[in-house]
Nanobody, 121 residues
Framework: QLLLVESGGGLVQPGGSLRLSCVTS????????IGWVRQAPGKEREGVSC????????NYLDSVKGRFTISRDIAKNTVYLQMDSLESEDPAVYYC??????????????WGQGTQVTVSS
């Protein structure tokens, strides 16, 4: 049973937008930071964004700052990644993952199945 389930990926033109969703449990959302990690073919995984369990701290990869926004809806146990102005460097499988702690440290312990994001004209 997956503890995190992503959705929202798809095909978009350059400059377009997508919103990824990650549904998890209330327990995980209350106690663990949640991050979005992507992996493109032939490349290593890289952390894109993370939100702490309190929601106060939000981190972003430099290349997505100003274009991507992480948020969450406590009532829906869902973390979102709003991706605007998508570029040719953004296509990848995007994973939602929970951190081992309440803080964004890149120490992920649970992963979703991933959702594909494709940017093409």
């Amino acid at each position: 049973q997956l503890l995190l389930v992503e959705s929202g990926g798809g095909l978009v033109q350059p400059g377009g937008s997508l919103r990824l969703s990650c549904v998890t449990s209330k327990f995980i959302l209350d106690w663990n930071a949640i991050g979005w990690v992507r992996q493109a073919p032939g490349k290593e995984r890289e952390g894109v964004s993370c939100i702490s369990s309190s929601g106060d701290i939000r981190n972003y990869l430099d290349s997505v700052k100003g274009r991507f926004t992480i948020s969450r809806d406590i009532a829906k146990n869902t973390v979102y990644l709003q991706m605007d102005s998508l570029e040719s460097e953004d296509p990848a499988v995007y994973y939602c993952a929970s951190e081992r702690s309440s803080w964004c440290r890149g120490e992920y312990e649970n992963w979703g199945q991933g959702t594909q994001v494709t940017v093409s004209s």
